[in-house]
């Protein structure tokens, strides 16, 4: 399997080569020469398969140059105690007809976990298939989720180390305990002092130093990012959408080969791309429905081929799909236009310089036989979970009551009665504040904004269930990470940290 970039002007690389490099040299992002088929009899015969035959087999087509035995080792080692559910992404019936789908089973407690747990082993494998004697550091800015999410991914995976940087302040109360209670013998998590920008440009900083890269090379080590635009990313989140096919199968919901539509909450177009992918290598899927929260570039991109960035940035109450680049996109733009590498560089120019880019009707009517799109504001969301609480005794997360709300709007409008999948990124403790104002908005004004735990502690309460590992757990582990710097010292604090790691 060979993988060429979405630009055209890269040379075509192994898949072990496109995890290694991230981002291709001209700028676009790496695409596999084809989609592997999958033929409906092996979907169907899954239908009691476990997760890990699903995703080593689903994986292994795309790792020419792995042997079946070093995915399966990769596999295993991603996708195991780890998870809180044997079934990994346990897919779960409602009384609606709807099933959904929850990829937050996790070390924390979130969907970046499928992709992060797995990436490591992706690394390691694909450096010592390109020879790299390096150790390699990971460095990540983080607003929240995504910090701990690698944090969790690579702590003790033998011959990387990973370092976090997130703005002193600029973390919730939970955020800050996940992260400062991190354990693990490479790694090491330090405040900046600054926001977000501050601590990102400075991650940036030290990417593009030279001098600097030479300076760790001579300590043994190779920088690398864990960016959601690497195809080692993008790879394990298509095995999902087989493996929630075959629950359907399995609980009766759906016949073999029946088709099903996913609705899925969107940010950087990662997750809702793999069931593009899903359903290119031959799943029956429908519609994918495309999600979004206030920051709706995506449902007017899906509606009226233009994709325009020039609008207001909103703080949502699902801050993981607050963003107006949906980086994963241009990978879509590729397929649709038949692979066409000048076209796609066209409109990433436009999209830089002027802004925007307009598609033709034709390529509007491409997208529109796999896709649908709505969006939902905060306040809707909120309804809605109020709303499936009430009806099904089910807690939806923020991010899923976007897609829950997106989805209703859909039926509504077009009819269309094929059983679909509520792709669920989040566990609702995970945004327990604002889950619970939804569903006991008194008991949500009457906890303290700073305390890690009390609103996960009345969720709990109300669903006679117990917290979460991942949160629970947060109480009593030490605090081992202190240290704050201001920006201009995180190339010293890099310096130091490698110091500590052996
Ligand atoms: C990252 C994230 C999303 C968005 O996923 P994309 O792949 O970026 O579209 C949605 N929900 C949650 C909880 C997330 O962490």
Redesign the pocket.
């Known amino acids: 399997m060979i993988y060429q970039s979405t630009r055209g002007k890269a040379h075509e690389v192994s898949a072990a080569g496109a995890i290694v490099e991230g981002l291709a040299s001209d700028g676009g992002l790496y695409v596999p020469q084809e989609f592997p088929a999958i033929p409906l009899d092996v979907i169907v015969g899954w239908k009691n398969a476990s997760y890990h035959q699903i995703a080593a087999t689903i994986m292994g087509k795309y790792l020419g140059g792995f042997s079946a035995k070093e995915v399966d080792e990769m596999v295993s080692a991603a996708y195991g105690s780890r998870f809180d559910d044997d079934r990994i992404v346990p897919l779960v019936p409602l009384n609606n007809g709807e099933m959904v789908l929850e990829l937050?089973h996790g070390p924390t407690l979130?969907?970046?976990d499928m992709a992060l747990q797995m990436l490591p082993h992706l690394l390691v494998h694909s450096l010592q298939k390109n020879g790299v004697r390096e150790k390699i550091l990971i460095l990540v800015a983080t607003s929240g989720?995504?910090g701990k999410?690698a944090l969790e991914g690579f702590c003790d995976v033998s011959d990387t180390a990973i370092q976090v940087f997130y703005p002193e302040g600029g973390v919730s109360p939970a955020q800050l305990r996940q992260m400062n209670t991190q354990r693990g013998e490479n790694v090491a998590v330090t405040a900046v002092k600054g926001n977000f920008d501050d601590t990102q440009n400075g991650v940036k900083g030290i990417f593009s130093d030279r001098d600097f890269a030479k300076t760790i090379a001579e300590k043994g080590y190779r920088f690398s990012s864990a960016n959601?635009i690497n195809w080692g990313r993008l790879l394990p989140?298509i095995a999902y959408y087989f493996g929630a096919y075959a629950q359907a199968m399995a609980n009766g919901r759906i016949q073999a080969g029946a088709p099903l539509n996913f609705v899925?909450?969107?940010?950087?177009?990662?997750?809702?791309?793999?069931g593009y992918y899903a359903k290119q290598m031959g799943l029956p899927v429908a519609k994918l429905i495309c999600a979004s929260n206030r920051n709706n570039v995506l449902t007017d991109f899906f509606a009226k081929g233009m994709y325009d960035r020039k609008r207001s940035f909103y703080q949502t109450t699902?801050p993981?799909?607050d963003?107006l680049i949906?980086s994963?996109l241009e990978r879509l733009l590729f397929e649709i236009t038949g692979r066409d590498c000048q076209q796609v560089c066209d409109w990433m120019k436009a999209l830089q310089e002027k802004g925007e880019y307009q598609l033709s009707e034709e390529q509007r009517g491409k997208i529109a036989a796999d896709f649908d799109a709505g969006y939902a504001s905060d306040e809707d969301g909120k309804a809605c979970i109020q709303q499936i609480w009430e009806k099904e005794g089910y807690l939806l997360?923020t991010?899923?009551a976007v897609a829950q709300c997106v989805y209703e709007q859909y039926r509504e409008r077009t009819g269309d009665a094929t059983p679909t999948v509520l792709v669920s990124?989040?566990s609702p403790f995970?945004?327990a504040a604002d889950v619970l104002d939804a569903i006991a908005p008194e008991k949500r004004a009457a906890i303290d904004p700073q305390d890690a735990f009390e609103a996960a502690d009345a969720l709990a309460e109300m669903t006679h269930t117990a917290v979460p590992k991942g949160i629970d757990e947060l109480r009593i582990l030490p605090v081992l990470h202190k240290d704050v710097v201001a920006a201009d010292d995180m190339p010293a604090a890099v310096l130091h940290a490698l110091t500590q790691w052996k």
Not at 264 to 274: D, K, M, Q, W
């Open positions: 937050f979130a969907f970046k989720d995504t999410a959601s989140q899925v909450p969107t940010g950087n177009f990662g997750n809702i791309l793999a699902s993981s799909m963003i949906s994963n997360d991010h899923t990124t989040a995970k945004f």
